[in-house]
């Protein structure tokens, strides 16, 4: 299905993708190992605040309290709240997030490309060797070509290439429009036609 360049790029692209996943993961994982330290922490000084001498809980943090002696009592109430939005932990998990969603949308890119890859194949299997041969022409025209140069570079009668396309057109595979005094033929995505809707 992927071949020499295209090969290259899906294995860029799946590169890419883990590597935003394992980023995404490694500052969330960050974020919520920053959360529970602080927590514990906090938790440990508020014990200490209840059943020891203040001066004695400064001494052993190095003096560092979440919310200093006075206020510290409602430190845990408001802990996750004053913390969960301080700068440090908040970069970690927006960076995570960011990540996350970068790798989500490489997927995404890489998953449209293979389906359409897929779709593809199934389409020339089960094209008839006429039918590839008007599929032929049509993607050398860039998925669009008039049925009067199909005739032409076929080497088919008109008839022949009417009844072709009437087929083709009835599996969906190509698409027909009156064109001045031929008609035009697209390849059909599901798409609306911008051609078909300015005549």
């Known amino acids: 299905m992927w071949n020499g360049f295209e090969a290259i790029t899906k294995r860029r692209f799946i590169i890419i993708m883990f590597l935003c996943f394992i980023f995404g993961g490694y500052f969330i994982i960050s974020y ?4 529970q330290s602080e927590y514990v922490r906090t938790a440990m000084m508020s014990d200490m605040m209840e059943n020891g001498d203040p001066s004695d809980v400064m001494m052993e943090f190095n003096g560092s309290f979440p ?10 109430r408001g802990f996750q709240m004053n913390y969960l939005v301080s700068p440090a932990p908040l970069i970690n998990l927006l960076s995570g997030i960011m990540f996350i969603i970068a790798g989500l949308s490489v997927w995404s890119l890489s998953r449209d490309k293979e389906i359409k890859e897929l779709k593809d194949e199934i389409t020339d299997m089960l094209l008839l060797p006429e039918e590839k041969e008007i599929m032929s022409e049509l993607k050398k025209r860039g998925g669009e070509i008039t049925q009067k140069e199909l005739v032409s570079r076929t080497g088919l009668n008109k008839v022949k290439v009417h009844r072709i396309l009437n087929r083709m057109e009835s599996k969906k595979i190509i698409r027909k429009y009156p064109y001045g005094t031929t008609k035009k033929v697209i390849i059909e995505t599901g798409k609306p036609d911008k051609a078909k809707k300015s005549d």
């Open 32 to 35: 919520g190992s920053m959360v």
């Open 67 to 76: 919310r200093g002696i006075n206020g510290f009592r409602g430190g845990m």
